[in-house]
């Protein structure tokens, strides 16, 4: 499905982020790993490289534009091209809002939002003299819903869904398509560790009564991602059970 394309996904290192690299490669795809710090990539590259597939690591802080500027300077340098951007690296800093301090709240609209922006800016230049490429950001079910005690987080996807709507229509003539990724709740380590009594309350929230994987997310980025999506653009596709209708 992506034979010979080159796809970024930043926030690879774990977690949904490397679900998406290693579905990537796993239909052809090489992948360019980063996260914010070179020694946890070594885990997705090799799970990329065990695939078949060529894999590319880059120390990458989204929040530094010129270090960013420079990181997608040298993936392009690399590999020639870069057809795929996922746009997957975030945080948490949840907490009421009567509590939260600002520094919560710009740490995570600066990752989130800002490192959308920035590795965005960096890898059109390079989609533009391509006259191709998708864009996909993970945002996320409070983005479009908002959540108690979780101000800043929810703020911060909803700009990103924002963001995205604005780039579609900003790219579409360069044949360049930008999309969202919408999960709800997804299982993993956390969610592992709730009590049955809280993991009981949140999926009564859930019409279809279970929790995401990781993998469920990665799907609705292969789709963004390739042909079958060719006339898509600035939406947001919610992989969330039905939290959201």
């Known amino acids: 499905m992506f034979e010979g394309k080159i796809a970024v996904v930043t926030g690879s290192a774990r977690g949904i982020g490397q679900a998406i690299a290693f579905d990537l490669a796993a239909r052809g795809a090489d992948i360019v790993v980063c996260d914010i710090k070179a020694e946890w990539l070594t885990e997705t590259a090799e799970g990329v490289e065990k695939l078949g597939r060529k894999a590319y690591c880059f120390e990458l802080d989204v929040t530094n534009a010129e270090a960013v500027q420079n990181v997608f300077n040298d993936i392009a340098a690399a590999t020639g091209r870069i057809d795929i951007l996922v746009n ?12 939260m301090s600002e520094e919560d709240w710009d740490a995570v609209l600066t990752v989130n939002l800002k490192g959308t922006f920035v590795c965005t800016k960096a890898v059109s230049r390079i989609m533009m003299k391509q006259r191709s490429g998708s864009i996909i950001n993970i945002a996320s079910v409070v983005g ?34 930008a999309n969202a990724v919408a999960p709800g709740f997804i299982s ?45 653009t600035g939406q947001v596709i919610s992989v969330n059970g039905g939290m959201v209708m």
Do not use: H
């Open 188 to 232: 993993s380590k956390m969610t592992d560790a709730l009590s049955d009594e809280v993991r009981q309350k949140m999926l009564d929230a859930i019409p279809l009564s279970s929790f995401g994987t990781p993998q469920d997310v990665a799907n609705a980025v292969a789709f963004l991602a390739g042909e079958q999506s060719s006339y898509i």
């Open 144 to 177: 479009l819903m908002g959540n108690a005690g979780q101000a800043n987080y929810a703020a911060s996807k909803g700009g990103v869904i924002a963001f995205t709507k604005s780039v579609a229509k900003e790219l579409a003539s360069r044949n360049i398509r």
């Open 88 to 99: 997957n690296a975030g945080i948490t800093r949840d907490g009421l809002l009567m509590r």
